[in-house]
Nanobody, 122 residues
């Protein structure tokens, strides 16, 4: 069982930056693929970024955030981060951390956090 707790959301102006954190419980954190998804009101949950476990740092991004967002993980701290730069109003959403045994761009992950709100004002 893995429990995930996100933090770091908030209100920021367009062009600004935020860093989200996701702290995970469990002794096998390093073996999990960790991902970030987001869901805006009235829209489906969509993939943002993922970091593969134990694989030497492979990462994947949605085209909409590539070059602006960076996912990283600290296996010693059981934490995954999402650095978000050059934020746009369309990045406004609830951001969710997820963990699973395999990389997916769909929300088929085994464990989910409660979400953290990110609001980007124009």
């Amino acid at each position: 069982q893995v429990q995930l707790v996100e933090s770091g959301g908030g209100l920021v102006q367009a062009g600004g930056s935020l860093r989200l954190s996701c702290a995970a419980s469990g002794r096998t954190f390093g073996s999990y693929t960790m991902a970030w998804f987001r869901q805006a009101p009235g829209k489906e949950r969509e993939f943002v970024a993922a970091a593969i476990g134990w694989s030497g740092g492979s990462t994947y991004y949605a085209d909409s955030v590539k070059g602006r967002f960076t996912i990283s993980r600290d296996n010693a701290k059981n934490t995954v981060y999402l650095q978000m730069n050059s934020l746009k109003p369309e990045d406004t959403a609830v951001y969710y951390c997820a963990a699973g045994r395999h990389f997916l761009r769909s929300p088929g992950y085994d464990y989910w956090g409660q979400g953290t709100q990110v609001t980007v004002s124009s």
